[in-house]
């Protein structure tokens, strides 16, 4: 254990208890950052590969599990932007379709447990899918069961007021999204 | 304005909790007795709950991929890979043919391709860059290949900025450090000395908030198990002109204040020098 290791408490053994304990956090953290949802996966192991390999700078002036979620929403961030791998993504999904821009994927959804017509939430898919990320990333976290609005604002490194703000008005782009197209 | 604009105006407060006093005790008012007003409302807190679905409905994707991927994906790497090395191997193939019509020429080493945003870019990229690095095939009148050195982090990408390190997916800039004194030096796991004396200038120094104190690892690789400083990956930058076990002293503008190598036993009293002339101790 190195000094910075020793000052924030985590030693390589606790580091690997945390990031199992936290994977199915993060994975909810990451479908919540990622555009297409089929790239979360990818995103927390590269994330916790990363929270390894950099976590000499964990100063331990906030819940580990936030600081491997700042990993994991730069990591989507990035991911994202990465030409190469959305190329191999039609490579490895090319029997589903899958829009590479918006990340809208067209077959049933596997869970309908919330009881919504399944036109409502696939025409809900897509106008989330279409929000920008400030707006996206804050409203799919509240939705994370105890999250927070503290905890994201931490995670996503901005003011609380902020995330309110922005979910506020993610909400509103929704409504008037969903609004538009049933006067149309 | 009228009631229902007022109203409208006020919402973003009031989702931000914000309104208080008689504009809360106004707002409601209003609600209580506009229904356009509180369908407006209740229209958007129905979004939550289809917001909601739409996660659980992503996260069932997210697993479904992830379990897809652990059966199918060897076969499409392995598939991919060997796809890529024909494509690659046709390629060389044509430009050896080719030099050998117009002149014999030298075995060509093919730099890294340049980075075209270091800074959206981690080091991670870079590994596949170096591996570009390649010879192209055996020269043509039978002398044998001379290897091509593996080349390490601190060697710039030919459009590299300045200065750019990594540390767990983030890339750092001069300007991160604007408005404090950076000391850093380009070290690896083989240079024990010049390991030792970062070492102890951050001992000495790093607690001081005025002063970033960091090594450069001139690989990815390399076991730097138990080092006592921070250490960050070269992003492809020039680091300043910095080579392995050298250092550089920036104050708090960014100009360089001193430079040289850790290798030599009186860098340590440089520094130490340097910095309490700056004030840091």
Not at chain 1, 163 to 176: E, M, Q
Not at chain 2, 192 to 208: D, M, P
Request: aromatic share 6%.
């Amino acid at each position: 254990m190195n000094r910075a290791q020793a000052q924030a408490g985590v030693t390589d053994a606790e580091f690997e208890l945390a990031a199992r304990e936290s994977r199915s956090f993060l994975m909810q953290i990451a479908v919540a950052s990622a555009r297409n949802p089929i790239d979360a996966e990818d995103i927390v192991q590269e994330a916790l590969m990363r929270g390894f390999r950099g976590i000499r700078r964990f100063r331990g002036d906030c819940p580990l599990r936030v600081w491997l979620s700042r990993i994991v929403v730069r990591v989507a961030i990035n991911h994202h932007r990465s030409l190469s791998r959305r190329l191999k993504r039609w490579v490895f999904f090319g029997d589903f379709e899958v829009d590479p821009e918006g990340g809208t994927i067209e077959f049933d959804p596997p869970d309908n447990s919330m009881n919504v017509p399944r036109e409502a939430m696939m025409d809900m898919n897509k106008h989330v899918s279409m929000l920008p990320d400030e707006f996206r990333m804050p409203l799919l976290m509240l939705a994370i069961e105890g999250l927070t609005i503290p905890e994201i604002a931490a995670i996503l490194e901005i003011p609380p007021g902020t995330v309110k703000s922005r979910i506020f008005y993610g909400r509103k782009r929704l409504r008037d999204g969903l609004e538009s197209k049933r006067k149309r | 304005m009228t009631k229902c604009e007022w109203l409208n105006s006020k919402l973003e407060t009031y989702y931000c909790d914000e309104l208080t006093g008689n504009d809360l005790r106004e707002f409601q008012d209003h609600l209580a007795s506009c229904t356009d007003c509180r369908q407006q409302l209740e229209s958007l807190n129905q979004i939550d709950p289809l917001v909601r679905g739409v996660l659980q409905h992503r996260l069932a994707i997210a697993q479904m991929a992830a379990r897809t991927r652990t059966g199918r994906p060897r076969v499409f790497k392995w598939a991919l890979a060997a796809a890529t090395t024909l494509a690659v191997a046709g390629v060389l193939l044509v430009i050896g043919v080719r030099s050998v019509q117009e002149s014999p020429a030298p075995p060509i080493a093919v730099h890294p391709p340049a980075l075209q945003s270091p800074i959206e870019t981690d080091g991670i990229k870079k590994s596949s860059a170096e591996e570009q690095n390649v010879n192209l095939g055996k020269p043509l009148d039978g002398t044998p290949v001379q290897p091509v050195p593996q080349p390490y982090l601190d060697d710039a990408l030919p459009n590299g900025p300045e200065f750019a390190i990594a540390d767990a997916g983030q890339t750092y800039t001069l300007e991160a450090y604007r408005g404090r004194v950076l000391l850093f030096a380009v070290v690896s796991s083989d240079q024990k000395l010049a390991v030792s004396t970062l070492e102890q200038i951050y001992e000495a120094f790093g607690s001081n908030g005025r002063v970033r104190i960091l090594g450069v690892a001139r690989h990815r690789d390399d076991d730097f198990r138990g080092a006592k400083f921070p250490l960050f990956v070269n992003n492809g930058s020039k680091l300043l002109g910095a080579k392995a076990g050298e250092f550089r002293m920036l104050d708090a503008t960014g100009k360089t204040k001193l430079e040289g190598s850790l290798a030599d036993p009186a860098s340590a009293a440089r520094i130490k020098s340097e910095l309490g002339q700056l004030g840091i101790r």
